[in-house]
């Protein structure tokens, strides 16, 4: 549904080649590990849904239109994380960060589950460098999202090896 099922699979089958001591070493002092990348995916998706769920119940109707959330791969151009998903060091293992995951893809298709797409299309909130996305969208935007990611630990996995 949404690409997510997919997109998660091609998070997990990669994790699944790391170890957790490769999954915790930083290329550098100002990126990421692969185990803080995995964390920022757990706190975005759980943002999102917070933030779906709040415009399910408060949100007024409206049309947005929609945005090329298809180029959130590329890497080409950066983009700084919030602070709210910024990792703070909450997964201490490459196991916290499965359940973690797990825990959020639940809650989310638990959210959207039996929701007419309508309503999920005819609700909206912003996002940083997009502009307002409707609901379809911010959930398609969440595997857009982990795609970008996967590369990001791609990169880091090749630069510590």
């Known amino acids: 549904m949404y690409g997510l099922d997919d997109k998660r699979q091609e998070i997990l089958g990669f994790i699944d080649g790391i170890t957790n001591e490769q999954s915790q070493v930083k290329p550098d002092e100002e990126s990421w590990s692969m185990l803080e990348v995995l964390e920022h995916l757990y706190l975005m998706e759980q943002l999102v849904i917070y933030q779906i769920g709040k415009a399910l119940k408060e949100g007024d109707d409206q049309q947005v239109s929609e945005k090329p959330i298809h ?34 893809r639940e809650a989310t298709m638990f959210l959207i589950h039996n929701k007419d797409e309508e309503t999920l299309k005819n609700r909206a909130f912003p996002h940083p460098a997009f502009g307002d996305m409707n609901l379809v969208q911010w959930v398609e935007f969440i595997g857009w999202h982990e795609l970008r990611h996967l590369d990001q630990m791609k990169e880091v996995k090749e630069s510590i090896s």
């Open 71 to 104: 180029r959130t791969p590329d890497r080409s151009r950066k983009v700084a994380a919030p602070e709210a998903v910024q990792p703070k060091g909450e997964f201490k293992s490459l196991e916290d960060a499965r359940s973690g995951l797990a825990k959020s």
